[in-house]
């Protein structure tokens, strides 16, 4: 059985792979059914929540900062094949025949990938941006934007989801 710090619950369907390499925050909460492999390290904040069906793949390092959400069917890819060029298969091929990509992902604080979008290498999704359901995220997104796909539709309250944050400090702390 997998032993996991305080704070921490994964529940019993959830399979992790390397979290030796994983540093967690707390509380952190992982679904049924989601897959973290860490080959490389990744470290997941305070108050994350790691919905049901994601995964967190491709053996390259992974932050996501605290109040951050991985939503149902999210994936967040480190390493994929790119098929535009020379290389050809997938993981059974050798690597020097396939164009493999590999990059280390960065999801911001009070951040939300929603329902099965998917990230793929080398992306860093900024401070408090919020990536709509069924998006394929190929480059960086800036801060505090909502996004569906790759396309900013609208600035996203930083102001008030700021205030409210101080609100839950200080009820924290009380």
Known sequence: MLELPEGVTAYGDAKIIGAENITFGSPVLIDDFTL???RDPIVIGDYVHIACFS???????????????????????????????EGFGNSTVPTEYRNAVRAPISVGRFCIVGANAVVLPGVT??????????????????????????????????????????RFEADRRS
């Open 36 to 38: 973290i492999v860490a």
């Open 55 to 85: 995964s967190i793949t491709g053996g390259e390092r992974v932050d996501i900062g605290d109040f951050a959400a991985v939503s149902q069917g999210a994936r967040l890819l480190t390493g994929t094949d790119d098929f535009l060029n």
């Open 125 to 166: 999704i900024g401070e408090g941006a919020v990536v709509g359901a069924n998006s394929v995220v190929t480059r960086d997104l800036a801060p505090w934007g909502v996004y569906i796909g790759n396309r900013r539709h609208k600035e996203r309250d930083r102001a008030g989801v700021l205030a409210t944050f101080a």
